[in-house]
């Protein structure tokens, strides 16, 4: 039997490692891949959780995470296409057009 | 130490090194194939707490759809390595003590906040309890996520159009 307390100290791990990616990374894609870390983290804690309290609704919120991560991917993804279409880059440090 | 716990260990050091390789990487490929690692290896952890239904969905919709989407994207953007700017080493000096801090705070306070809980009765969840819940119970929000894929359908579709298209 694994303690629960492990689980979550993985998804703090895991989420934190994610915020990191999320401010290092300069790729608009890899920064959205942080994204799907960091939710990916959540998950892990609801499952956790759910386990631990011996609920089921922690499942039912991971399934509805899942299918609005999905939803997200694919307009975010548009939207970086229409990005690099304009601005012909995907650094984020170069899509800078309001500074200018 | 029992075996679920080292089962537990490997999975979670699978993860945890997919996750700081996807940080390491320069390329946004081998980012993507190392978050697939970190996702493959959350399906083998939700396995063993018996959660065998999001096990399933985590490959099938975050391993399968969701990361294809992803290399797709890669692909059709011919994505190259990232460049190093004068901010990005500005991050290198602020960032890593500053992420590094973080996570041993918060892995701290999770530990010490529920090294006490009571450790719950280990019961297997059916799939069946979880969908007649879906179905009862979260109908609606089901319901509603449908409506919601249907928008970001449109969305994707309206947003990635060529302009001289129409």
Known sequence: ?100 | MTLQIAVFLILAAMAVAGAVSLILQRHPIHSALSLIVVMVALAGLYLLQGAEFIAAVQIIVYGGAIMVLFVFVIMLLNAGEEERTNMSRMARFVGVPLGVVFLLEAAYWIARATSRMAQASPQAVSTRDLSTLLFREYVFPFELTSFLILIALLGALVLARREDSD
């Open chain 1, 1 to 100: 039997m694994v303690p629960t307390s492990y689980y979550l100290v993985l998804s703090a791990v895991l989420f934190g490692l994610g915020v990191v990616a999320f401010i290092f990374k300069r790729n608009i894609i890899t920064i959205f891949m942080s994204i799907e870390l960091m939710l990916n983290a959540v998950n892990l804690a609801f499952v956790a959780f759910s386990r631990a309290l011996g609920q089921l609704q922690g499942q039912v919120f991971v399934f509805f995470v899942i299918v609005v991560a999905a939803a997200e991917a694919a307009v975010g993804l548009a939207i970086i296409i229409v990005i690099a279409r304009n601005r012909g880059t995907l650094n984020v440090e170069r899509v800078d057009s309001l500074k200018h």
